[in-house]
């Protein structure tokens, strides 16, 4: 990232671009409607390729057109179609009994981003002459991964699960291309294989929980137990 550090409207439209990808976690989080969910993740992925594209061109490193051509495809266009098909197909609307309100979720969403910023300024202070703008990366990766396992704690429609595993993966891959621009090509072809795996897994517990318990609540799952 020292390659782009001194041009500040390069580091604005990234700053303005991870404020994007924050906010659209918090869309995600505060949403019970699974379908609004699909609809933030596919535009958060499109950002995400968006950032790539301004780290490639910027920063000259070409690996990242590779990545915003995979994250528009793979995650902008595949995996909502799947997931919205899904959906279609298991008549899965929105959560029908939340832990908790949507305003309460997202107070402790904000809470953890706090948190996120605090880990990531005491980061700041330990290495010395790190640019603002990857305190403000590594922020925005903290307070994606807090606010995606919030989404697994609290969320019990397993397809909201499924879109906070996704999200996962998205903030690990927003962060690290501005942190470590060089490694992101070759994170993305592992997290591939994961996404697919991760789509096809959820694809047959979600049919199974229809067609064997008539819910897709995640709490029902212990029944399954024996």
């Known amino acids: ?9 390069v580091i604005a439209v990234l700053s303005l671009a991870l404020f994007v990808v924050l906010i659209l976690s918090f869309a995600i989080l505060g949403s019970h409607w699974v379908r609004n969910h699909v609809y933030a993740f596919t535009v958060q992925s499109w950002v995400i390729a968006a950032i790539s594209v301004v780290v490639a061109l910027w920063g000259h490193y070409p690996l990242l057109y ?6 528009i495809v793979i995650r902008g266009l595949l995996i909502p179609f799947l997931v919205i098909r899904l959906l279609d197909r298991t008549g899965v609307g929105r ?8 305003s309460s979720t997202l107070v402790i969403g904000g809470v953890l981003v706090i948190l996120a910023l ?4 005491e980061i700041h202070h330990q290495l ?9 990366a590594l922020t925005v990766l903290l307070g994606v991964e807090f606010i995606a396992f919030l989404m697994l704690t609290l969320r019990t429609e397993a397809l909201s699960s499924l879109l906070g595993l996704l999200m996962i993966e998205n903030g690990v891959l927003a962060g690290s291309v501005i942190l470590v621009p060089g490694l992101p090509f070759f994170l ?6 994961d996404l697919l795996i991760i789509i096809a897994t959820y694809a047959v517990l979600v049919r199974s929980m229809r067609s064997h ?3 897709t609540d995640v709490r029902v799952m212990k029944e399954l137990t024996g």
Not at 1 to 9: D, G, K, R, S, V
Not at 66 to 71: K, M, N
């Open 118 to 121: 605090v880990i990531a300024e």
């Open 66 to 71: 590779g990545i915003a051509v995979l994250t």
């Open 213 to 215: 318990l008539g819910v």
């Open 128 to 136: 010395l002459g790190m640019p603002a703008i990857d305190v403000l």
């Open 95 to 102: 959560e029908q009994a939340p832990i908790l309100r949507s």
């Open 1 to 9: 990232m020292n390659l782009i550090a001194h041009h500040p409207i």
């Open 188 to 193: 993305e072809i592992v997290f591939l294989f």
